[in-house]
């Protein structure tokens, strides 16, 4: 079973200042990675599909990188709308299994 | 615009099965190439996957729950639902559907199934 591992737990930062959040996987899944925000009482919303593909209507300060075992989120310049908490979600090719990571607060410093 | 709904009931009791459906409005649920999906989240806590149903009828599910979950579709009704047995209080969770092509998108609003006495 893939494990995703998340780091931090907690980002204090403040507005218009970068974020980056890390997720490492326990083996590789390739580009097999997703992105998803959360804010408290919704359902969780797509950011990034396949690593670094930003889903539609996704603004571009959004943005993923890494292959293989480590990925990492970036929001360039945070708003206020973007404090929140983020997931990262492996896709296994076969058999077909998803796990999530658990999943990093971004807080306003 | 796809849109997902879950329904079912709000509270069930320990031991009894929990079933939930998602009906899927704006689309074909016999669309090719999508996985359509059970993801759950307790409390305060993070998202668990539960299980997927390809829309051929293939099912995969989380190995942790796979005893006790089965998921199933019905195209006459563009729906697919979620049943677990030998539900306790951990299984207390806000429970969503989702499609999944490259990522889980979109989703429903999810519902709050307790279990309890």
């Known amino acids: 079973e893939i494990v995703m591992t998340q780091s931090p737990a907690t980002l204090s930062v403040s507005p218009g200042e970068r974020a980056t959040l890390s997720c490492r996987a326990s083996?590789?899944?390739?580009?097999?990675l997703a992105w998803y925000q959360q804010k408290p009482g919704q359902a969780p919303r797509l950011l990034i599909y396949?690593?670094?593909t930003r889903a539609t209507g996704i603004p571009a300060r959004f943005s993923g990188s890494g292959s293989g075992t480590e990925f990492t989120l970036t929001i360039s310049s945070l708003q206020s709308e973007d404090f929140a908490v983020y997931y990262c979600?492996?896709?296994?090719?076969?058999?077909?299994?998803?796990?999530f990571g658990q999943g990093t607060k971004v807080e306003i410093k | 615009q796809l849109q997902l709904q879950e329904s079912g009931p709000g509270l069930v009791k320990p031991s009894e099965t929990l079933s939930l459906t998602c009906t899927v409005s704006?689309?074909?649920?016999?669309?090719?190439?999508?996985?359509w999906g059970w993801i759950r989240q307790p409390p305060g806590k993070g998202l668990e996957w539960i299980g997927s149903i390809y829309y051929s009828g293939s099912t995969y599910y989380n190995p942790s729950l796979k005893s006790r979950v089965t998921i199933s579709v019905d195209t006459s009704k563009n729906q697919f639902s979620l049943k677990l047995s030998s539900v306790t209080a951990a299984d207390t969770a806000v429970y969503y559907c989702a499609r999944w092509e490259e990522g889980f998108d979109p989703w429903g609003q999810g519902t709050l199934v307790t279990v309890s006495s």
């Open positions: 979600q492996q896709y296994n090719n076969w058999p077909p299994t998803w796990t």
């Open positions: 396949g690593a670094s």
């Open positions: 083996q590789s899944v390739s580009s097999n």
């Open positions: 704006g689309g074909s649920i016999s669309s090719s190439s999508y996985y």
